[in-house]
């Protein structure tokens, strides 16, 4: 007889396929019609997948709120490593659109599910595993934020149905071994592995705790709560210690090594080992607080009388019956209900700030896309042909630089721009150039290159007037100084 | 501590209430007080009763978003639905996404008790939620000769929710040369004035916005919106479908006394 004990045989294999089930709609979005409608056949969504949860794990720690807006930003990073070329905008739909399936946006209760068989006292049977991915929950303030759940965390580790203590102390031994080899490429993946397992039990813990808490007038303090803090606590020092001998393991090999690649190795190995021991430090701390808190709740249910509200049916009781009203009607009932929703405001009295706020503020009517400020006119980008060409510059800089002490009139120069040469020539209009720069220089006076000693052409008016066919004003005499400073 | 203090503490907590963006979690000062609040019924009472001086009431104290404050009829400090939305054809339909958001992340009346409940809406699954529903109500009418059109000099008399379906649902027309805003504009009005009290966080300009809940939207509907529309309906004889939760208790038919097991309080604490 094969099958003495058929449910215990049966346990594992149900086990292992209720954590094989989360893999399947991983790895069902690349088969998902939507990719191929986007025109997103190229990328790699079920390792999007992988690199959201990774995200989202390695980030939920006790206090962290990890909003989807930043996952998204994170996985586009992914989608743009797998497709070069395409737009910022491309990768970011792809990334919302793998992390929303994470959550299961489209299912009104977000769960996933799959057929799992148990074999029971009654027999074999199948039933429907329902769990899910990502979830949404409230963090400490009450906003929406994303978590992993323990499911996503095991399809991540490929730890199935094992006790995450000693999962974690399992880890930890392998690290260590590594590291006495001085295997230290090895030794990165084990902490790493070492760094999930820590936030999987961070995360259990809490759990344990906070439902604990939940039910805080059925669980018996002295047997169930001091005995699930005392152990954690015991377990997490004995972590603390252990990650504290590794980082001076990790240190003594830094001291020892000399090549750059195997240095840097170790330095990110000692960031994993030293997250790890930051994140058991908050946790003895939560562990130590967790005594006084549960009594406190308990207190609070002795003094706080119980809310007593109205059951009510959003959509049948209010939402169905108010379409059928007139709008005079519907009025009354519509309004209590929103000036309820929005509850007490502070009273509209105009300060200072609060006329900036509302001067600052784009109407809400405003239709329209927005579009940014414009940037101040960038001259390089300027479309048609410049006035003067590349060789009227240099002729006319070739002429400015040739100036001595002694000075030249513009006259002269405006002459000698008029000569046929390179750059230069009667009909040119380098003359014309020539002219503006003077005036530049007239204006501008290089007080800088002046004060620290250097030589600068300098345009002085002494009141001789240009006769010049074309232009007008003074004959401006241009001069080489040797400036005013300790030279 | 002595009395004054205590006022003075009170106070504080009834002014960190009204501050948006303010929370326990946030605020040792704010997180302290709530502790107070929790083991001390005498300060308890006493913001209570500061609360009561202006207008307002206790909902409750919930350690994520600390003291839940609702409004009487009497308070200044409730919004004005005028100023919300000025032009008054507007009004009736933009009152109508406000309930319609509601009712879609809270399709269940156990999802208002949910401390983890985090609702998943957009602009365009209301007003196509609302249109859906308006056009259903329109084919039975259809089916039993009961449509009628309103009075003309009577435009008041015109049913809601055909005053939804006439109303555009995104662009203008040709022929409608009137200022009138799209539905899903009026729509996007009310996600934008719940996001910026608080209650509502947008994740993304998919179908024209598409947000998520804050609990404090989920507290402030279960405590007090949700009651206050119920008994407004009743006043006006709307029969209130009955549910198989509890039945309103503020609105004990006299001739239908509710059963005690029907009766149950429905407590929210760490359930």
Redesign the interface.
């Known amino acids: 007889m094969i099958f003495e004990e058929p449910s215990a045989i049966y346990e594992s294999i149900t086990s292992r396929m209720r954590a094989l089930a989360v893999v399947y709609p991983v790895l069902a979005l690349d088969a998902s019609k939507a990719k191929k409608e986007r025109g997103w056949d190229r990328y790699r969504m079920a390792e999007l997948a992988l690199a959201a949860i990774d995200f989202v794990t390695l980030r939920t720690d006790m206090r962290a709120a990890v909003?989807?807006?930043t996952v998204?930003e994170h996985v586009a990073e992914f989608a743009a490593l797998q497709q070069s070329g395409r737009t910022g905008e491309e990768y970011r739909a792809v990334a919302?659109w793998v992390t929303e399936r994470l959550?299961n946006?489209e299912e009104?209760d977000r769960a996933f599910r799959h057929d799992v068989g148990y074999v029971t006292d009654n027999g074999f049977e199948t039933r429907e595993a329902s769990f899910q991915i990502l979830k949404?929950?409230?963090?400490?303030?009450?906003?929406?934020a994303l978590i992993a759940t323990d499911a996503a965390i095991t399809v991540l580790v490929h730890a199935i149905d094992v006790d995450i203590a000693s999962e974690q102390i399992a880890a930890e031994a392998k690290l260590e071994a590594l590291l006495k080899r001085s295997r230290i490429s090895e030794a990165w993946q084990a902490a790493h592995n070492a760094r999930i397992q820590s936030v999987r039990y961070a995360k259990d813990i809490h759990g344990r705790i906070e439902a604990m808490?939940?039910?805080?007038r059925a669980v018996d303090w002295d047997t169930e709560v001091r005995d699930t803090v005392d152990e954690a606590l015991e377990h997490v020092r004995s972590r603390s210690a252990a990650e504290t001998k590794h980082k001076e393991r990790v240190n003594q090999l830094l001291e020892a090594t000399a090549d750059e690649r195997k240095r840097r190795q170790l330095q990110d190995l000692e960031a994993l080992i030293h997250e790890c021991w930051q994140r058991h430090a908050v946790l003895i701390d939560m562990l130590m607080t967790v005594g006084p808190e549960f009594r406190?709740?308990q207190?609070?249910?002795v003094?706080?009388a119980?809310?007593?509200?109205?059951?009510?049916?959003?959509?049948?009781?209010?939402?169905?019956?108010?379409?059928?009203?007139?709008?005079?009607?519907?009025?009354?009932?519509?309004?209590?209900?929103?000036?309820?929703?929005?509850?007490?405001?502070?009273?509209r009295v105009m300060y200072l700030p609060d006329f900036l706020e509302g001067l600052t503020r784009v109407a809400?009517?405003a239709?329209g896309e927005l579009v940014p400020v414009q940037n101040e006119y960038d001259w390089s980008e300027i479309d048609g042909p410049p006035a003067f060409s590349e060789e009227q510059h240099y002729a006319v800089d070739a002429l400015l630089a040739a100036i001595t002490e002694q000075g030249v009139r513009l006259s002269t120069l405006l002459a000698a721009a008029r000569q046929p040469g390179p750059g230069t020539g009667p009909e040119s209009g380098t003359d014309e150039l020539l002219t503006l720069r003077t005036q530049q220089l007239f204006r501008l006076i290089p007080v800088r290159q002046l004060v620290d000693g250097e030589a600068a052409v300098v345009a002085v008016d002494d009141g001789t007037v240009l006769d010049d066919v074309l232009f007008g004003g003074s004959d401006f005499l241009l001069v080489r100084t040797g400036g005013v400073g300790p030279s | 501590m002595n009395r004054h203090e205590d006022a003075a503490e009170a106070a504080r907590m009834v002014a960190f209430?009204?501050?948006r963006r303010k929370?326990p979690?946030?605020s040792g000062d704010y997180a302290r007080l709530v502790?107070r609040f929790?083991?001390?019924?005498d300060f308890?009472q006493v913001v209570r009763k500061v609360a009561q001086g202006?207008d307002?009431t206790v909902?409750?104290?919930?350690p994520?978003?600390g003291l839940?404050?609702?409004?009487t009829p009497e308070?200044?400090?409730?919004?004005s639905?005028s100023d919300?939305v000025p032009q008054t054809p507007d009004?009736?339909l933009y009152?109508?996404a406000?309930?319609?958001i509601?009712?879609?992340v809270?399709?269940?009346?156990e999802d208002?008790?949910d401390?983890?409940h985090?609702g998943?809406i957009s602009v365009k699954q209301v007003d196509e939620e609302?249109r859906v529903?308006?056009s259903a109500?329109e084919r039975r009418l259809a089916q039993s000769d009961g449509d009628v059109d309103?009075p003309s000099d009577q435009?008041?008399?015109?049913?809601?929710?055909r005053?939804?379906l006439r109303r555009n649902a995104t662009g203008k027309t040709q022929t409608d040369r009137a200022p009138r805003?799209s539905t899903r504009?009026l729509v996007?009005?009310a996600f934008?004035?719940?996001e910026s009290?608080g209650?509502l966080?947008k994740?993304?300009d998919?179908d024209a916005g598409t947000y998520?809940?804050?609990?404090?939207?989920r507290l402030?509907?279960?405590?007090?919106?949700?009651?206050?529309?119920?008994?407004?309906?009743a006043?006006?004889g709307?029969?209130?479908?009955p549910?198989d939760?509890?039945?309103?208790?503020?609105q004990p038919s006299p001739d239908d006394p509710p059963s005690p097991t029907e009766d149950t309080?429905?407590?929210?604490?760490?359930?």
């Open positions: 909003r989807q807006e998204v919302r959550i946006t009104r949404e929950v409230p963090d400490h303030v009450g906003q929406a808490k939940r039910n805080v406190r709740q207190d609070r249910q003094f706080v119980p809310a007593i509200h109205t059951r009510v049916h959003l959509h049948e009781q209010l939402l169905q019956p108010v379409l059928e009203l007139s709008l005079d009607a519907c009025l009354g009932p519509l309004e209590a209900f929103t000036r309820a929703v929005m509850g007490p405001v502070r009273p809400e009517e239709g | 209430a009204m501050a929370a979690a946030r502790q929790d083991t001390e019924p308890a202006f307002l909902l409750e104290v919930h994520m978003t839940v404050l609702g409004t308070t200044d400090f409730a919004v639905v919300l009004r009736p009152l109508l406000q309930l319609t509601a009712a879609m809270f399709p269940r009346p208002l008790d401390d983890e985090v998943r609302v529903l308006a109500i309103p435009p008041g008399l015109e049913g809601l929710w005053a939804y805003a504009a996007k009005k934008a004035h719940l009290h209650f966080r994740v993304s998919e998520v809940t804050n609990v404090k939207y402030q509907i279960r405590d007090q919106a949700a009651r206050d529309m119920l008994e407004e309906l006043a006006l709307v029969a209130a479908l549910t939760g509890a039945p309103d208790h503020d309080p429905v407590t929210d604490l760490f359930s």
